[in-house]
């Protein structure tokens, strides 16, 4: 099943099933991947995020089953505080005409106290004012959220083993090809005429898991801080996350070092360089020919007379 899934996901995606080897004799090809570990944080960072998610929903339908329950209730103390409010301010009105009456002795009564309204929090004025059309609207999106939760979890796994699958780490004798990301692919090559530092970088995590980062580096990189603030990475490589980067880099220092004791060019190349055009007669010879040449024109022209005019 997941064999049928990656097809189909590299085919949709154009990805080359694998980087083919950079420049170098076939038979020093070396092929690294990411480690398992790296893998398994992965799958980890996955289910930390599902969990999260997953916890999202619970939160929202329990909240949303909460609202419509509270609906019904809200809505009659809503309406018993507007009755509460109306009758108070009929009260209000007629107190007037009984204190305008002429020549009363009637004593003044005591101000009646107002009546006081029930205290309402925010969310109960929230379940009150709510209308129906809203309840609706958020019932359908919980059922939506649920639906593409289950969907994306199979999709989901299977870009997290993808990506894993997708780090390529390939060493020639003469260059190296990396090549890492499933959605956004990056492909770099570097040769070693060019390589200038290699080294081993891991993180306390990455230490705990037997993981570690491989970077190098071509003439002409510079440093992190300006790579921060140009984007530039087209000189810098990492093999990120494998289990033997001690390894790998004793390989490449190894070949580097050949590399450079051979010249900065390959040595099976010069088979495919044209021969070589015959160099010209030496010097020496020739001029020999040319001084018997004139000796033998002096003897034919005879001594010369110093006293000739």
Known sequence: MLDRIRAHALRLLRVP??????????????????GRNY?????????????????????SVGFLMKLQADVPEAR??????????????????????????????????????????PRRSGYQEFAGRVPDWLLVVAKVAEFGAI?????????????????FEQHWYIVTDRSLRIRN???????????????????????????????????VRSAGGGSDHAEAHTGDSLHRGVFHCVENAQEIRDLILERLRLFRQAGLGDPDDRHDEPAATPSPPDTLAAAQELLAEARALRAQLGPVNPGAT
């Open 39 to 59: 893998y398994k944080l992965r799958l980890l960072r996955w289910g930390i995020g599902q969990v999260g998610a997953l916890a999202g929903i619970i939160f």
């Open 76 to 117: 009659a103390a809503l309406e018993r505080s507007r009755a509460a409010a109306v009758a108070a301010a009929e009260a209000k009105a007629a107190a007037p005409a009984v204190e305008s009456a002429p020549d009363a002795t009637i004593p003044e009564p005591k101000p009646a106290k107002k009546p006081r309204r």
């Open 147 to 163: 639906a593409f939760f289950l969907a994306q979890l199979p999709v989901t796994f299977a870009l997290v083993r993808l990506e």
């Open 181 to 215: 990301g499933l959605v956004a692919l990056q492909e770099s090559t570097m040769s070693f005429a060019n390589l200038q530092q290699v080294e081993v970088k891991q993180g306390p995590l990455q230490r705990w898991l037997g993981l570690a980062d491989l970077h």
């Open 17 to 34: 099933p694998e980087p083919v080897p950079p420049l170098g004799a076939p038979g020093s090809v070396r092929t690294f991947r990411a």
